[in-house]
Structures are given as C-alpha cells and as structure tokens.
C-alpha cells in the first residue's frame, strides 16, 4: 500500500482531498470511482477558501476517509454553475444518482449539512478520470 509520503516524495505539489463528508459516504464515493459509474464531482465555491480550485490536466489524490490514498483522478473539465442550472448529464455523471431530481435531493441535503444550501448557489463542477487505484 503506497503512502501519502511516497507519493509526495513522487510529485511535492500532488494535491490530496477526501469525497464526502463523513466515512461512510467516501468509502461509498470511492467505490463509485472504482466502479466507473462516478466520472464527476462539485463542491460549493465557497469551500475552495480553503481548497485549491481543481485543474485541468492536474492529478489528484482521493484519500480514504483514514487519510490513506485511495485513488489518483485527473481533473478533465471544470465549470461553474449554480445548483438550480445543474443539468441531468452532469448529475448522471457523479454516479450517486439515477434521476436529476434524487441528485438535487441528496445533494440540498450534503450542503446544508455543510455550511448551507440555496438553489442559487454557486458550484464548482468537475470531471475526471481515474488514473491509478491505490487498493
């Protein structure tokens, strides 16, 4: 098993970030990305105070919820939108959902248990593809 240090080590500027908020949401996040079903993810703006914005071309590091790396992914689109614009292709392509309305459901409720939710807030979509599984 390959270790944050070691992949550091490989490329000092490697970015690292967990899916989900809570363990049992990564491990399930995760599993989608391994299974090829979860090609997408968003994130409020207002998060990325803290964050570095994703970028095209950029390799990142999924860390299982206990900070081990789970998985690489590169970053392949990144947009923009506001929750209420999010379209059903993108919402099918994070892979937790079958219809755009249970992706807006789930998703209303991770935001408001994470800083709060408007329809008009703003998101930042991205796509990716898995580059390397750690398992």
Not at 25 to 42: F, P
Not at 54 to 83: C, H, K, Y
Not at 91 to 104: C, F, I
Request: one cysteine or more; charged letters at 35%.
């Amino acid at each position: 098993m390959v270790t944050m240090e070691e992949l550091k080590a490989r490329d000092p500027d490697l970015v690292s970030f967990r899916f989900g908020d809570g363990p049992e949401l990564s491990a399930e996040l995760i599993a989608l990305v391994r299974s090829g079903a979860k090609t997408g993810t968003c994130s409020a703006l207002r998060d990325f105070d803290e964050e570095p914005m994703p970028v095209v071309g950029r390799r990142d590091v999924a860390l299982n919820w206990d900070g081990s790396p789970a998985l690489m992914i590169e970053t392949t689109e990144v947009t923009q939108r506001r929750f209420c614009d999010v379209d059903a292709e993108f919402a099918l392509a994070e892979g937790e959902d079958e219809t755009l309305e249970s992706w807006r459901e789930g998703h209303r409720r991770y935001f408001e248990r994470n800083g709060g939710w408007d329809p008009e807030m703003m998101l930042v979509c991205e796509r990716f593809r898995l580059v390397e599984d750690f398992a």
